[in-house]
């Protein structure tokens, strides 16, 4: 469902992403992960469409994302990791908005907004504006709206920022039946344990290269690391110049 | 359904919302908003009115120049709609959330930019009916022209303001796709080389000219261009005039050649959506993300402020880095008080320096009316809300071995010096280009350091009083009752300001006002405005500190 060949990225003189290739199929919940800045942002990015690879290839569904963007975005939905909402509509409005930007006319929109609100608790406030709601309540509109066009795949940028447990939980439920109907669904995270409990596989990108790609079991025999996908992810992405908390810092020298 | 049909469905939804968002806002900032836009546009009918009866005084050549002040009028707001265009176009385009938003929708990138236009030229097409409404109202009422002619006006308008604003976002776009940051200097070149281009293009004219209309344009200069054939504004005012008149071939020709020429550009825009924007969208978004800085930005500064306590001298430093580096601020500041500067060197150009002494009075008095506005709309918009804009990282301030007197003080101070140094500044350089004499230049300078430092008082104490700390977003900070009436406060303290210098100065030229009750006059006045100054540094001051002391944070 997703094909990416020889992707390469440069922002001026840093290397965002680097010969980076990934076959993911349909039906797969994939999860990506790295440490700051390693080009998790940036790959999805150019995936979306929003981001010109400087070469490489990015296939989703078939459609290549350069030359048919408008195809392969008919089938993809992106939540970002800090998404835009119209603040001044409802989320009635809002949802509409979306289904026409997709051209969405299943026979009872209405309806079929109707029923998603309430199976995601917002149907209290389906008369408020945007800008009057919640975080978490934001976060959940946003997944009402970015599955209104049944996309085939789906990119989310850091799914679990500032929701409450009982948010976290039905989100991660939701993936999975998501992915146990079909869909392909790409995500980064920070949250190792997220990673560890819901993604098919699993790949670790570091300086823009892919360094560590597979099931968890896979990641343990490609690191030599028996432990848990903590110990695998800070083995693999090491730093050079680890923190050392007995050594005192440069500025308590200065103190004293 | 078509993507641009749900986005205006989606816009008139928004519209729709109005009454529920307005319900949020201070009642009080809405009513005066209003009654200041009214007051505003009554005005500026007045003045229009006023400057169309002297122009018939003066005869059969103040008649010549009525008739071409028209285009010249639609020429000053076609270039106003360009410039204002290419800002609110490059931010529609590249730097609006929207756009992200839209961008992983399934739109062509042609349809999103058509889009993007038409809510630019709308954004920045308001200044332009308020300015001309007024403007062809009182030529209307001048001229006891009917109600046809507002038909006519608007029918000619509406192809105007999309003609200029097509070429405002063509010379964004282009300027995003071919002149990135680093490229900046040359396409500077080729925009001042292009400009050149046009002038001596547009100076080809037939040599032989009526001596009224070589006088004419000697005396104005700009008239030339204004009226030049080529020129969409001179259609736009010959076209109106010819339908009011009746001439409907020639009238009707020249809207077709607006139609037609705005058809054209919007062609263009199109197929720039389609072909370039795409990749101007990388290079700004794909520029690199950490740009290399020097470590310490102004560094010399810092060493030279040396003589200052530290605790202000990091202050000081925190806070021009931080608005060095917010191009929000510094270009709003540059472009409208660069536009002034430009403006009031022009005088000797335009011979402002030889009109009567009633009109070098009242240009006098309109530019610190124009400098001061401008002070409180900057001050309302980012002294005001500093303090709030702290936000979480206030506990840095609050925790640190400092008091909060001296950190609101230092902010005023700051301010302060800013404000006073660009307004005296620029009065000074309008009285000098016109020569308006010593006690004339004292007075303005005089208004202007008295306002920028009420103005600045006002919005540091006020935005002590009233501050926010959970609100990131500024526009929702200055939109509270706490802006509003740091704006009332702050014009109220300018009209009352400037209108009695002005009252007392207008009479003396006009109805010859004795020397002694002039001078008594003066001094009763200028006294009014310093006690008025002090009251308005001290009282916000001693608010803001005290409120700031006894928080809790």
Redesign the interface.
Known sequence: MISIQHLNKR????QAVNDLSLEIPAGELFCFLGPNGAGKTTTIKMM?????PDSGTIRIGGFDVQKQ???A??I?G?I?DM??L?E???PV??L????????V?PPDLSGHIESSLRQFGLQEARNA?IGELSHGMRQRLLYIATFIHTPKVIFIDEPLIGLDPHSIRMIKNLLRAKVRDGMTILLTTHILALAEDIADRIGIISDGRLIALGKLGDLRTQSGDKGSLEDIFLNLTASPEPLNPSTPMAFEALAK | ???L???W??NW??LC?LR??LQRESIFKTVFILLFAAGMVGGFFMMFLNGFQFLANLGGGGFMITRRLFSLFFLGLGAMLVMSNIITSYSTLFRS??T?????????TRTFVTYKFIESTLLSSWAFFFLMIPFTAAYAWHEKLGLIFALWTVVFSLPFVFLSGALGSLISLAAVRWFPRSRLVWGAAAVILLIFAIRAILQIRPVIQEEATFILNRFLPGLQLATHPLMPNNWTAEGIMALTNGQWLRGGMLWLVLVTNTALLFLLIQEFGRRIF??AY?QV??????RRRRDELLGWLDRLLAFLPHDIRGMIMKDIRSFLRDPLQWSQALIFFGLLGLYFSSFRSFHYNEMPPIWRNLVVFLNIFSVSSVICSLAARFVFPQLSLEGHSFWILGLAPTGMRRILLTKFFLAALAMVTISAGLMGLATWMLQAGSALSLISIGLAVAISLSVSALSTGLGALFIDLKQPNPAAIISGFGGTLNLVLSLGMMLGSILPFGLIWHWRVSEGLADSLFIKANLIVGLWVILLSALMVSLPLWLGIRSLKNREY
């Open positions: 922002f001026g003189t840093v979306t469409g929003l981001l010109r963007p408008v195809e975005k008919r993809m992106y970002p998404p835009f119209y001044k509509l409802t409005e809002f509409k908005f979306v289904a026409g930007l997709y051209n006319a504006l | 359904m078509h993507p049909t749900a986005i469905i989606k939804n928004t919302n529920r968002i959330r929207e992200l938003f839209l961008l992983t929708a399934p739109l062509d795409y990749t990388q978004t794909g520029s690199p993300k950490i």
